[in-house]
């Protein structure tokens, strides 16, 4: 069974930056979709950044956020920069169950999911 760990999130003022982690045990992320969605307070779960063989971003985002890959560390991350307080939620790592195609932006391609860590921009 895959287990993924989030960590990185925290407080942090507008046009600050935050790298978050995502930790794998039990199976790695070389050749799997893997994605980072975000939830916030009254909001449905929504796509930030997903990575296969290339990178796909919410527009949102686009321009400010980076997913990225560390194979010999079994960790992905998320670069954010220029952070927003409509950035606050709490984020989540995912990570798809096979090496088939799935769309990166849908929930549903996802089998894995992290626990989450908030995320806080203050103004």
């Known amino acids: 069974q895959v287990q993924l760990v989030e960590s990185g999130g925290g407080l942090v003022q507008a046009g600050d930056s935050l790298r978050l982690s995502c930790a794998a045990s039990g199976g790695t992320f070389s050749g799997y979709l893997t994605g980072w969605f975000r939830q916030a307070p009254g909001k449905e779960r929504e796509f930030v950044a997903a990575?296969?063989?290339?990178?796909y971003y919410a527009d949102s985002v686009k321009g400010r956020f980076t997913i990225s890959r560390d194979n010999a560390k079994n960790t992905v991350y998320l670069q954010m920069n220029s952070l927003k307080p409509e950035d606050t939620a709490v984020y989540y790592c995912?990570?798809?169950?096979?090496?088939?195609?799935?769309?990166?932006?849908?929930?549903?391609?996802?089998?894995?999911w992290g626990q989450g860590t908030q995320v806080t921009i203050s103004s």
């Open positions: 995912a990570r798809r169950r096979t090496m088939g195609w799935g769309t990166p932006s849908s929930i549903a391609a996802y089998d894995y």
């Open positions: 990575i296969s063989g290339s990178t």
